[in-house]
């Protein structure tokens, strides 16, 4: 079939007046081409269209009977919904998430307060406008201090992990002044963090979990920065599955499983947890458009590692989605 590819890649530089990591969520242009690639291996005719303003001519264009949608948009709090929303108008299927939850994702307030309202843990948050409003806090230090509507970890620096006031107040400025949107503050949750991915609808399941284990701090002090990011080779190891009691990882899934649902991911996602000190999963936020890079990404390299090689995972997220839409492959 034919399958357009839609799509945000990083631009080759970033100008002077953004931050550093203002383009930290595209993808390479390496990350778009090994979908192609996968997608052309499985059969099929790939198109691909670019994310932005000449979309909706290209997508016209090509008249894709669906569109692997990779996008991470441009704009504020609703840019990853641009490219499905745009889709839905032009009655053309896609794959992923729709609109809604991409916003409600993007939104980490909004997110947290969906998950606890159907039963889930999330750590106690306030959010605010400017280093001037922020005040005393219904939750003891250490906190994090991090952009609402950001992704991979952009805004999120080592230092973003506050044990002041005055620490806390220096990163909502950065926060607010740099990123120009609301900082949230959470409580700082101190035990292991777990990545999750899932796959599917109706049923659901999870293709694996892998912590990410700090090699230089203890993981009390552990935030999965963009400095540790950058440098990861020297700063984690990743374990596959966690070295975590059989009773906490079936717990973590069951969470994973049931935020997925509350949340109404549609054919992959992942989703990222903190253990508190009681060892209770604490949801920190849900990626519907989680990294496909193989090798790199956490949802490729956790597949692979589960006994799903790249080609098979992005067959079988196409696979959900046709599934869904009562679409045969051809
Ligand atoms: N409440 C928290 N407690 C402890 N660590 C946190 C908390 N929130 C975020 N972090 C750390 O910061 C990292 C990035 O935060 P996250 O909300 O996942 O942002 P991103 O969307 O950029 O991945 C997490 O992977 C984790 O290491
Ligand atoms: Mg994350």
Avoid at 5 to 30: C, I, R
Avoid at 44 to 54: E, W
Avoid at 254 to 269: H, K, N, Q, T
Avoid at 279 to 303: H, K, R, V, W
Wanted: glycine share 8%; charged share 25%.
């Amino acid at each position: 079939m034919r399958v357009g590819l839609a799509y945000n890649v990083k631009p080759a530089d970033t100008p002077d007046h953004l931050p550093e990591d203002a383009f930290e969520e595209y993808d390479s242009e390496a990350t778009v081409g090994h979908i192609e690639n996968a997608l052309s291996r499985l059969g099929h005719d790939v198109r691909r269209l670019p994310a932005g303003r000449g979309f909706v001519d290209a997508v016209r264009g090509a008249a894709p009977d669906i569109v692997f949608n990779i996008a991470e948009g441009e704009g504020g709090r609703c840019r990853e919904a641009h490219v499905p929303a745009v889709l839905e108008m032009l009655g053309v299927p896609y794959v992923g998430s729709d609109p809604l939850t991409l916003c409600a994702t993007l939104d980490k307030p909004v997110a947290k307060r969906l998950v606890e309202h159907c039963g889930f843990s999330t750590p106690p948050f306030r959010t605010f406008r400017s280093a001037e409003a922020f005040d005393s806090l219904p939750f003891p230090f250490p906190v994090i201090v991090k952009p609402a509507f950001e992704g991979s970890s952009k805004g999120v620096r080592i230092s973003s992990r506050a044990t002041t006031f005055g620490e806390a107040r220096d990163m909502v400025r950065f926060v607010t002044e740099t990123y120009r949107q609301e900082a949230l503050v959470e409580a700082f949750v101190p035990g292991a963090e777990v990545t999750v991915g899932v796959l599917g609808n109706d049923p659901q399941r999870v293709v694996g979990m892998m912590e990410i284990v700090p090699k230089t701090v203890p993981p009390s002090e552990f935030v999965y920065s963009l400095e540790v990011k950058r440098d990861w080779e020297n700063q984690v190891s990743y374990r596959i599955p966690p070295d975590l009691p059989a009773a906490t990882l079936a717990e973590i899934e069951r969470c994973a499983l049931g935020i997925y649902r509350a949340l109404g991911c549609l054919d992959f996602s992942r989703i990222d947890f903190r253990l508190d000190a009681s060892g209770t999963p604490q949801f920190i936020e849900c990626n519907p458009l989680p990294g496909l890079s193989p090798g790199y990404g956490d949802l490729p390299i956790m597949a692979e590692r589960t006994g799903l090689p790249y080609l098979s995972l992005v067959s079988e997220i196409l696979s959900h989605a046709l599934a869904r839409l009562g679409m045969a492959s051809a």
